[in-house]
């Protein structure tokens, strides 16, 4: 996640008027499947790499955590973290995760929300996260969907009138780098399959529990756009246990 394209102005505001920073994880179309692989968090001590906005903190807060520690490199998410979703246990670290540094068995739980693919590394990335989990610690977290990222321009295929034709999958075994666009600007992500991200993790010692391709909620089917998201997977959920 090294490269920080949130502090980019422009870009910035853009992302700003998506519904899931307006309205939070009331406007995220995968939070009410990734809602149900959350672990308890009473009493527990949480990690949120690449935390954005802190929802995802201040809920951890709300629902029990000791303390919560959310990571991102942008300086502008989070001053809109501080401001949104501060609470007395949360703290907030501007930092590359891939930069982070913690004792073996720091955590009881580690999330990250839709940022893995901006990291060019994932391995050492996810042994570290089985270093810092306590024994039986969680991990949970949501990726663009490997059938998504791997063409790389993440657009449909139009007809001449400009319908929608297909997604196009293309290079999926090639991972790596790949120039994607997002809300109209160019941005870096890389793509991996899936049997990279579970082999990893399974390398790494945990044990999977709970694998999800979510679909939009019903309630969101009216919203522009998103009967579309009905015909491919654009996410990837995953909860894990460190054994």
Request: aromatic share 12%; net charge negative.
């Amino acid at each position: 996640m090294k490269e920080n394209k949130y502090d980019n102005e422009q870009f910035y505001q853009k992302y700003s008027q998506m519904e899931r920073s307006k309205k939070g994880l009331a406007g995220a179309g995968e939070w009410s499947e990734l809602q149900k692989i959350l672990p308890d968090f009473q009493g527990k001590s949480i990690l949120d790499l690449g935390c954005g906005y802190g929802w995802h903190c201040k809920y951890a807060a709300e629902h029990g955590a000791e303390s919560v520690l959310g990571i991102d490199l942008s300086h502008k998410m989070l001053a809109t973290a501080k401001e949104k979703n501060s609470a007395s246990q949360i703290d907030y670290l501007c930092l590359a995760m891939e930069d982070l540094n913690f004792p073996d068995n720091t955590f009881d739980v580690i999330l990250s929300s839709l940022a893995f693919h901006y990291v060019k590394d994932f391995e050492p990335l996810v042994a570290n996260i089985a270093r810092w989990l306590k024994n039986d610690g969680s991990f949970v977290f949501s990726v663009e969907h490997p059938v998504f990222t791997s063409y790389g321009s993440q657009d449909w295929y139009y007809d001449a009138d400009g319908n929608i034709l297909h997604f196009p999958v293309d290079n999926y075994y090639y991972e790596g780098k790949r120039e994607a666009v997002f809300l109209g600007e160019p941005v870096i992500k890389y793509h991996r399959t899936l049997t990279t991200y579970l082999s990893t993790l399974l390398q790494n010692g945990f044990s999977l529990q709970q694998i999800i391709e979510p679909k939009p909620p019903k309630e969101m089917l009216n919203m522009e756009g998103m009967k579309d998201e009905m015909r491919r997977p654009m996410m990837l959920l995953i909860s894990a246990i460190r054994r």
